[in-house]
Protein backbone atom coordinates (compact mmCIF):
# COMPACT_ATOMS: atom_id res chain seq x y z
CA UNK A 1 0.00 0.00 0.00
CA UNK A 2 1.51 3.28 -0.78
CA UNK A 3 2.27 5.04 2.45
CA UNK A 4 3.39 8.61 3.44
CA UNK A 5 6.49 8.94 0.95
CA UNK A 6 4.57 7.50 -1.93
CA UNK A 7 1.84 9.32 -1.69
CA UNK A 8 3.68 12.41 -0.98
CA UNK A 9 5.37 12.03 -4.31
CA UNK A 10 2.63 11.23 -6.02
CA UNK A 11 0.83 14.30 -4.91
CA UNK A 12 3.61 16.50 -6.06
CA UNK A 13 4.02 15.16 -9.38
CA UNK A 14 0.40 15.79 -9.82
CA UNK A 15 0.52 19.78 -8.99
CA UNK A 16 2.88 20.02 -11.90
CA UNK A 17 0.33 18.14 -13.96
CA UNK A 18 -3.38 19.53 -13.15
CA UNK A 19 -3.00 21.90 -11.11
CA UNK A 20 -5.64 24.45 -12.08
CA UNK A 21 -6.32 22.34 -14.99
CA UNK A 22 -9.99 21.77 -16.18
CA UNK A 23 -11.48 18.39 -15.83
CA UNK A 24 -12.59 17.70 -19.40
CA UNK A 25 -14.02 14.08 -18.30
CA UNK A 26 -14.41 11.89 -15.71
CA UNK A 27 -15.60 8.58 -16.02
CA UNK A 28 -15.44 4.88 -13.50
CA UNK A 29 -14.38 2.77 -15.73
CA UNK A 30 -15.20 -0.42 -13.48
CA UNK A 31 -18.44 0.99 -11.52
CA UNK A 32 -17.43 -0.74 -8.44
CA UNK A 33 -14.11 1.75 -7.76
CA UNK A 34 -16.81 4.57 -7.32
CA UNK A 35 -18.21 4.40 -3.80
CA UNK A 36 -20.62 7.77 -3.93
CA UNK A 37 -23.26 8.18 -6.32
CA UNK A 38 -24.13 12.01 -4.69
CA UNK A 39 -22.82 14.05 -5.94
CA UNK A 40 -22.36 12.07 -8.94
CA UNK A 41 -18.71 11.63 -10.61
CA UNK A 42 -19.72 13.45 -13.44
CA UNK A 43 -20.38 17.15 -11.42
CA UNK A 44 -17.01 17.01 -11.42
CA UNK A 45 -16.14 18.15 -15.52
CA UNK A 46 -15.37 20.92 -16.30
CA UNK A 47 -14.32 22.47 -12.65
CA UNK A 48 -10.79 23.42 -12.81
CA UNK A 49 -8.18 21.50 -9.82
CA UNK A 50 -7.67 24.00 -7.42
CA UNK A 51 -6.20 21.93 -4.28
CA UNK A 52 -4.26 18.49 -4.26
CA UNK A 53 -3.72 17.24 -0.82
CA UNK A 54 -2.92 14.19 1.24
CA UNK A 55 -5.46 13.31 4.12
CA UNK A 56 -3.40 9.89 5.65
CA UNK A 57 -3.04 7.49 2.81
CA UNK A 58 -5.65 9.23 0.87
CA UNK A 59 -5.27 11.79 -2.10
CA UNK A 60 -7.62 14.60 -2.07
CA UNK A 61 -8.05 16.30 -5.38
CA UNK A 62 -10.39 19.73 -4.83
CA UNK A 63 -12.05 21.29 -7.66
CA UNK A 64 -14.38 24.39 -7.96
CA UNK A 65 -17.35 24.51 -5.42
CA UNK A 66 -15.36 22.76 -2.80
CA UNK A 67 -16.26 19.44 -4.90
CA UNK A 68 -13.62 16.62 -3.39
CA UNK A 69 -12.59 13.32 -5.14
CA UNK A 70 -10.97 11.36 -2.28
CA UNK A 71 -9.08 8.25 -3.85
CA UNK A 72 -7.87 6.06 -1.90
CA UNK A 73 -4.94 3.45 -3.31
CA UNK A 74 -5.46 0.22 -0.77
CA UNK A 75 -3.21 -2.44 -1.41
CA UNK A 76 -2.64 -2.60 -5.37
CA UNK A 77 -4.22 0.70 -6.34
CA UNK A 78 -1.65 2.78 -8.61
CA UNK A 79 -1.78 6.34 -10.24
CA UNK A 80 -0.88 6.66 -14.16
CA UNK A 81 -0.02 9.38 -16.63
CA UNK A 82 -0.65 9.33 -19.66
CA UNK A 83 -0.31 12.36 -22.40
CA UNK A 84 -0.23 12.13 -26.35
CA UNK A 85 -3.32 10.08 -26.65
CA UNK A 86 -2.36 6.84 -24.92
CA UNK A 87 -4.81 4.68 -22.68
CA UNK A 88 -4.32 1.90 -20.30
CA UNK A 89 -6.31 -0.93 -21.88
CA UNK A 90 -7.14 -4.25 -20.46
CA UNK A 91 -9.05 -4.77 -16.50
CA UNK A 92 -6.37 -2.82 -14.80
CA UNK A 93 -7.62 0.85 -15.53
CA UNK A 94 -10.35 1.32 -12.71
CA UNK A 95 -11.21 4.97 -13.49
CA UNK A 96 -10.14 7.90 -15.53
CA UNK A 97 -9.46 11.99 -15.61
CA UNK A 98 -9.11 13.97 -18.55
CA UNK A 99 -7.18 16.95 -18.84
CA UNK A 100 -5.84 19.14 -21.38
CA UNK A 101 -2.29 17.53 -21.34
CA UNK A 102 -3.21 14.17 -20.25
CA UNK A 103 -5.42 11.37 -18.59
CA UNK A 104 -4.51 10.56 -15.24
CA UNK A 105 -5.80 6.81 -14.76
CA UNK A 106 -6.74 4.77 -11.39
CA UNK A 107 -5.39 1.35 -12.06
CA UNK A 108 -5.38 -1.87 -9.71
CA UNK A 109 -3.75 -5.12 -9.99
CA UNK A 110 -5.19 -8.43 -8.75
CA UNK A 111 -8.78 -9.81 -8.83
CA UNK A 112 -9.54 -7.84 -5.13
CA UNK A 113 -11.20 -4.49 -5.74
CA UNK A 114 -10.16 -2.58 -2.58
CA UNK A 115 -9.38 0.95 -4.16
CA UNK A 116 -12.08 3.52 -4.00
CA UNK A 117 -12.55 6.52 -4.99
CA UNK A 118 -15.33 8.32 -3.16
CA UNK A 119 -16.81 12.59 -4.01
CA UNK A 120 -17.97 14.29 -1.29
CA UNK A 121 -19.35 18.56 -1.11
CA UNK A 122 -17.76 20.65 0.85
CA UNK A 123 -14.62 20.84 3.25
CA UNK A 124 -16.68 19.22 6.03
CA UNK A 125 -17.52 16.15 4.75
CA UNK A 126 -13.66 15.40 4.44
CA UNK A 127 -14.11 14.46 7.96
CA UNK A 128 -15.09 11.44 8.20
CA UNK A 129 -11.94 9.57 6.26
CA UNK A 130 -10.01 11.89 8.98
CA UNK A 131 -8.57 8.47 10.88
CA UNK A 132 -7.25 11.44 13.65
CA UNK A 133 -3.46 10.21 13.05
CA UNK A 134 -0.58 12.33 14.08
CA UNK A 135 0.93 13.71 11.02
CA UNK A 136 4.53 13.18 12.60
CA UNK A 137 6.70 15.18 9.97
CA UNK A 138 4.78 18.15 11.58
CA UNK A 139 4.67 17.01 15.07
CA UNK A 140 6.71 17.47 18.40
CA UNK A 141 8.32 14.99 20.94
CA UNK A 142 5.50 15.44 23.03
CA UNK A 143 2.84 15.11 20.60
CA UNK A 144 4.54 12.35 19.86
CA UNK A 145 5.07 10.38 22.87
CA UNK A 146 0.98 11.01 23.64
CA UNK A 147 0.28 9.06 21.32
CA UNK A 148 2.90 5.96 21.75
CA UNK A 149 1.55 5.93 25.32
CA UNK A 150 -2.11 6.32 25.11
CA UNK A 151 -2.73 2.73 24.29
CA UNK A 152 -0.45 -0.09 25.25
CA UNK A 153 -0.27 -1.84 21.92
CA UNK A 154 3.23 -3.55 20.26
CA UNK A 155 5.62 -0.75 18.55
CA UNK A 156 4.46 -2.74 15.17
CA UNK A 157 0.86 -1.90 15.48
CA UNK A 158 1.13 1.55 16.89
CA UNK A 159 3.39 2.64 14.49
CA UNK A 160 0.74 1.03 11.40
CA UNK A 161 -2.53 2.42 13.26
CA UNK A 162 -3.79 5.57 11.46
CA UNK A 163 -6.00 6.52 14.51
CA UNK A 164 -2.34 7.28 16.36
CA UNK A 165 -0.29 7.85 13.43
CA UNK A 166 -1.09 9.03 9.83
CA UNK A 167 0.47 7.69 6.70
CA UNK A 168 2.85 5.14 8.35
CA UNK A 169 2.24 1.44 7.10
CA UNK A 170 3.45 -2.23 7.06
CA UNK A 171 6.78 -0.72 4.52
CA UNK A 172 8.03 1.96 6.56
CA UNK A 173 7.14 1.06 9.83
CA UNK A 174 9.74 -1.99 9.24
CA UNK A 175 12.50 0.44 8.01
CA UNK A 176 11.55 2.91 11.20
CA UNK A 177 12.10 -0.28 13.80
CA UNK A 178 15.11 -0.99 12.34
CA UNK A 179 16.70 2.47 12.27
CA UNK A 180 15.42 3.06 15.62
CA UNK A 181 16.81 -0.49 16.71
CA UNK A 182 13.77 -1.95 18.48
CA UNK A 183 11.54 -4.88 18.08
CA UNK A 184 8.29 -4.85 16.26
CA UNK A 185 7.08 -6.33 19.50
CA UNK A 186 8.30 -4.32 21.92
CA UNK A 187 5.04 -2.83 23.75
CA UNK A 188 4.99 0.83 23.59
CA UNK A 189 4.23 0.78 28.04
CA UNK A 190 7.68 -0.29 28.65
CA UNK A 191 9.81 2.88 26.25
CA UNK A 192 12.01 4.62 28.06
CA UNK A 193 11.95 8.26 27.34
CA UNK A 194 15.41 8.07 25.86
CA UNK A 195 13.43 5.30 23.28
CA UNK A 196 10.77 7.15 22.42
CA UNK A 197 13.83 10.20 21.68
CA UNK A 198 15.55 7.59 19.38
CA UNK A 199 12.03 6.24 17.90
CA UNK A 200 10.78 9.81 17.27
CA UNK A 201 14.14 10.97 15.14
CA UNK A 202 14.02 7.70 13.37
CA UNK A 203 10.37 8.05 12.39
CA UNK A 204 10.94 11.27 10.98
CA UNK A 205 14.53 10.39 9.89
CA UNK A 206 12.94 7.24 7.72
CA UNK A 207 9.95 9.20 6.08
CA UNK A 208 11.86 12.08 5.16
CA UNK A 209 15.03 10.17 3.77
CA UNK A 210 12.51 7.54 1.90
CA UNK A 211 10.63 10.70 0.46
CA UNK A 212 13.76 12.20 -1.09
CA UNK A 213 14.93 9.14 -2.17
CA UNK A 214 11.76 8.87 -4.67
CA UNK A 215 11.33 12.30 -5.72
CA UNK A 216 15.11 11.66 -6.93
CA UNK A 217 14.46 8.59 -8.82
CA UNK A 218 11.02 10.29 -10.30
CA UNK A 219 12.74 13.31 -11.11
CA UNK A 220 10.39 15.04 -14.39
CA UNK A 221 8.74 12.35 -14.19
CA UNK A 222 5.49 10.46 -13.04
CA UNK A 223 6.05 7.55 -10.57
CA UNK A 224 5.16 4.47 -12.49
CA UNK A 225 7.06 1.68 -10.07
CA UNK A 226 5.44 2.72 -6.78
CA UNK A 227 5.95 -0.73 -4.74
CA UNK A 228 6.53 -1.72 -1.09
CA UNK A 229 9.27 -3.57 -1.60
CA UNK A 230 12.16 -0.76 -2.58
CA UNK A 231 15.74 -1.31 -3.70
CA UNK A 232 17.82 0.14 -0.65
CA UNK A 233 15.40 -1.02 2.23
CA UNK A 234 17.30 -2.49 5.04
CA UNK A 235 14.29 -4.94 6.13
CA UNK A 236 11.83 -4.85 5.11
CA UNK A 237 10.99 -7.07 2.06
CA UNK A 238 14.52 -8.45 2.38
CA UNK A 239 14.06 -11.78 4.73
CA UNK A 240 16.90 -14.14 4.75
CA UNK A 241 19.48 -11.37 3.21
CA UNK A 242 22.30 -9.91 4.91
CA UNK A 243 21.15 -7.02 7.08
CA UNK A 244 23.08 -3.90 5.96
CA UNK A 245 24.28 -3.23 9.58
CA UNK A 246 25.53 -5.99 10.85
CA UNK A 247 25.17 -8.81 8.27
CA UNK A 248 22.54 -11.35 9.92
CA UNK A 249 19.71 -12.46 7.70
CA UNK A 250 16.90 -10.75 8.33
CA UNK A 251 13.70 -12.36 10.17
CA UNK A 252 10.33 -12.10 9.38
CA UNK A 253 7.04 -12.64 11.45
CA UNK A 254 3.98 -13.82 8.95
CA UNK A 255 0.19 -13.04 9.86
CA UNK A 256 -2.83 -13.07 7.45
CA UNK A 257 -1.50 -10.88 4.31
CA UNK A 258 0.87 -9.28 5.69
CA UNK A 259 4.34 -10.01 7.18
CA UNK A 260 6.80 -7.80 9.55
CA UNK A 261 10.49 -8.03 8.89
CA UNK A 262 13.45 -7.45 11.41
CA UNK A 263 17.01 -7.95 12.06
CA UNK A 264 17.23 -10.26 15.47
CA UNK A 265 21.06 -9.04 16.24
CA UNK A 266 20.36 -5.31 15.76
CA UNK A 267 16.32 -5.12 17.06
CA UNK A 268 15.88 -7.93 19.32
CA UNK A 269 19.20 -8.62 21.22
CA UNK A 270 19.48 -11.64 19.23
CA UNK A 271 16.80 -13.29 19.93
CA UNK A 272 13.94 -14.58 17.36
CA UNK A 273 10.34 -13.82 17.60
CA UNK A 274 8.21 -16.58 16.99
CA UNK A 275 6.43 -16.54 13.73
CA UNK A 276 2.77 -17.84 14.44
CA UNK A 277 2.65 -20.61 12.00
CA UNK A 278 6.29 -21.79 12.08
CA UNK A 279 6.75 -21.91 15.53
CA UNK A 280 3.52 -24.45 15.84
CA UNK A 281 4.71 -26.12 13.07
CA UNK A 282 8.62 -27.10 14.56
CA UNK A 283 7.29 -26.64 18.41
CA UNK A 284 10.40 -27.60 20.21
CA UNK A 285 12.57 -27.13 17.64
CA UNK A 286 11.64 -23.26 16.52
CA UNK A 287 15.48 -22.02 17.16
CA UNK A 288 15.48 -19.32 20.19
CA UNK A 289 18.33 -17.22 18.84
CA UNK A 290 19.86 -15.69 15.62
CA UNK A 291 23.00 -17.77 16.35
CA UNK A 292 21.15 -20.81 15.85
CA UNK A 293 20.28 -20.58 12.17
CA UNK A 294 22.84 -18.61 11.35
Known amino acids: MPELPDVTVYIET ?21 RTVDPPLSAAVGKRVRTISRLGKRIVIGVDDALYIVIHLMIAGRLRWREGG ?5 KLAQAAFE ?5 LYLTEAGSKRRASIHVVQGADALEQFDRGGLEVLDADLADFASRLRGENHTLKRSLTDPRLFSGIGNSYSDEILHRAKLSPLMLTSRLTDEQIVVLFEATKATLIDWTNRLREDVGDGFPEKVTA ?19 SPVQRIRYADNETNYCARCQTNGRLLADRAMSRLLKQDWPKSIDEVE
Not at 14 to 34: K, M, Y
Not at 86 to 90: L, N, S, Y
Not at 229 to 247: D, I, N, S, T
Open 14 to 34: LRTRILDQEIRDARALNPFVL
Open 99 to 103: FERGT
Open 229 to 247: FREGMAVHGRYKLPCPVCG
Open 86 to 90: KTIGG
